[in-house]
């Protein structure tokens, strides 16, 4: 007759520390596997191919300048500034029409009260196409703002100051 030492558990331990084992295992791994799968998906999201979004500008500018030789057209979607954030277009046009491209412009706002002064700026960047450009700026008050428009570049240099209505 064989003796068990009734302590010792037999098989059915080995079988549960088996699965713990397993269980282990695979709570270990399950974070892995989901910091893996949230890479891929932003990766994937990431290098998809997919275009950035297109912002269409309207069809007239809300507002005309003349800098020198050129003119600077600015749109807004709502075809004016509001009291809030702004995506504003700029196009440099020659006297034929045709876009030019100017390199650096600079925009700002600035409105003058009894104590303060006021600054809206923001970084001008170029779009895909030559001679358009676009920034965001954010007056915060409604009111007649002065704005400074500028450039730089291999057309030259030029700068205007004009007067824009900032509405609620």
Not at 75 to 96: K, P, Y
Not at 134 to 160: C, I, M, N, Y
Request: with cysteine.
């Amino acid at each position: 007759m064989k003796m068990t030492d009734p302590m010792a558990g037999g098989p059915a331990i080995a079988k549960s520390s088996a699965r713990v084992k397993v269980m282990a295992k695979f709570f270990y791994a399950l974070p892995v596997l989901c910091v893996l799968g949230m890479w891929g998906y932003l990766a994937w999201s990431r290098f998809a191919g997919r275009q950035p979004p297109v912002h269409v500008m309207p069809a007239t500018p809300f507002l005309k300048q003349q800098i020198g030789d050129l003119s600077a057209n600015l749109f807004t979607q709502q075809g004016g500034l509001r009291a809030a954030g702004n995506d504003l277009f700029i196009e440099f046009r020659d006297a034929q029409g045709k876009l030019v491209d100017v390199a650096n412009v600079e925009f700002e706002l600035s409105l003058s009260t009894k104590n303060m002064v006021m600054h809206s700026l923001g970084k001008v960047l170029p779009t895909a196409t030559p001679g358009q450009y676009r920034t965001t700026v954010e007056p915060q008050l409604a009111g007649d703002w002065k704005a400074k428009l500028s450039f730089s570049g291999p057309h030259g240099q030029g700068q205007t100051n004009f007067a824009v209505s900032v509405s609620r």
